[in-house]
């Protein structure tokens, strides 16, 4: 049986994921209140910031903005969250 939650991306009632995604007290913030879905819309958001702003995974000070980010698009509790303001879709310039 599926773990289910009450998503903060979605809004409603939605299956959990399976474990924590990310380490850490986010991370287990995440687990208790992202379900499947909204950690599948957070991926496509986290791809486009880290194309657009150029970051490496690697580097501490790229996960310190996606952390910032996951804060904003999860949580409401940043600025950050959204696209970023250079975003043009479809790679218009």
């Not at 409603?12 to 991370?27: M, Q, R, V, Y």
């Not at 804060?71 to 790679?91: K, M, N, T, V, Y």
Request: net charge negative; charged share 25%; with cysteine.
């Amino acid at each position: 049986m599926s773990r289910m939650i009450f998503c903060q991306v979605l809004k409603k009632e939605a299956e959990g994921l399976d474990a924590p995604t990310h380490p850490g007290e986010l991370g287990v913030r995440i687990y208790e209140n992202i379900s499947r879905e909204g950690w599948a819309k957070w991926l496509q958001q986290a791809t486009m910031i880290i194309n657009e702003y150029g970051l490496s995974t690697a580097d501490p000070r790229a996960i310190s903005v996606l952390e910032n980010h996951m804060l904003g698009f999860f949580f409401g509790e940043s600025q950050d969250g959204g696209a970023p303001a250079s975003f043009r879709p479809g790679g218009k310039k």
